[in-house]
């Protein structure tokens, strides 16, 4: 007989890594869905993503949703509000849910699984906020959460037949030790952390993200940048992007548009800078100057700082004082 298909919501974390293990168990034909938004920090430290090492492990398809300008507006303005920070989880479950629903119908699954636990997160994963998602993304009766299905109702897997509810769990709240007992039974090894892969819960980065889309800085470029460098709103509008070693410094200046001014201080080993917006006289001459802050030369009074444009060419040098750390601090994003 031909397998039964469902469809798996993979992050790549511990949750979703044990419900796809139990669902695998039942002798599913599974489908891994993973989503990739310009805000994921889910792979490891070598670079390895966890959803495809898994799918890899346990034998199953992989899908890469990629959530790019579409997903971009759900964050600036979610129907169902933030977080603690600007991260919209219901409203980020419900995009994902139906871009799983259309690969559910595509494939001719019969449901969809995840990782979710009752309780777990705040947000999205209380009881109502689950019913609401299920009805949002059109999915009712049709998502099984195997890590927590006995303390919710019964799905519509379960309820055919496909799936024994016997055999599915009931874990519920913040406490890792269920699912880290689950991982030595099955022999689960290197996942990533319990603190979450996004960075639209954190603090820092929501607060530059908050800023940016105050400015008008909300394309996808902008967005890379929130994550590199230190970033200071300057007084005539525009933002400076500074880096903090050479891997930043080559990546700010790969993502500068040709008419944006770069600042590097002249002659020594220095960070590079970029000024987002049209700069001001003023803007120009302090950008120089923070810059000249994180030259390696300490000996110098003074710095002689390089100031570019590539389309149209235009070049100048600055020779600035560099700026003291009290009044960069005030600047900082």
Sequence with gaps: MKK????????????????????????FE????????????????????????????FGIGLIRI???????QIVKKPRYGYGRNLNPCIDCRIYLFRKAKEMMEKEGASFIFTGEVLGERPMSQRIDALRLIEKESGLQGRILRPLSAKLLEPSIPEKEGMVDRSRLLKIQGRSRKPQIHLAEEYKIIDYPCPAGGCLLSDESFSKRLKDSFQH??????????????????LPGGAKLVVGRNQEENNLI??????????????GFKSTYGLILGKPEVEDKILSAKICSRYCKEKNLTKHLVKAWTDVPEEFEEIEVIPHTDDKIELLRV
Excluded: M
């Excluded at 990629?66 to 971009?72: I, P, Q, R």
């Design 4 to 27: 039964k298909k469902a469809i798996g919501l993979l992050s790549g974390g511990l949750d979703s890594t044990i419900a796809l293990r139990v669902i695998l168990n039942f002798g």
């Design 216 to 233: 008008k800085e909300d394309s996808l470029r902008h967005i890379s940048l929130l994550k590199v460098g230190r970033h200071f709103r």
């Design 253 to 266: 200046l790969s993502l500068a548009e040709s008419d944006e001014t770069k600042f590097t201080v002249k």
């Design 66 to 72: 990629f959530g790019g300008e579409d997903y971009l």
């Design 30 to 57: 599974v489908i891994g869905i993973n989503l990739k938004t310009p805000f994921c920090t889910c792979d490891g430290k070598s670079g390895i993503c966890y959803s495809s090492k898994y799918a890899e492990e």
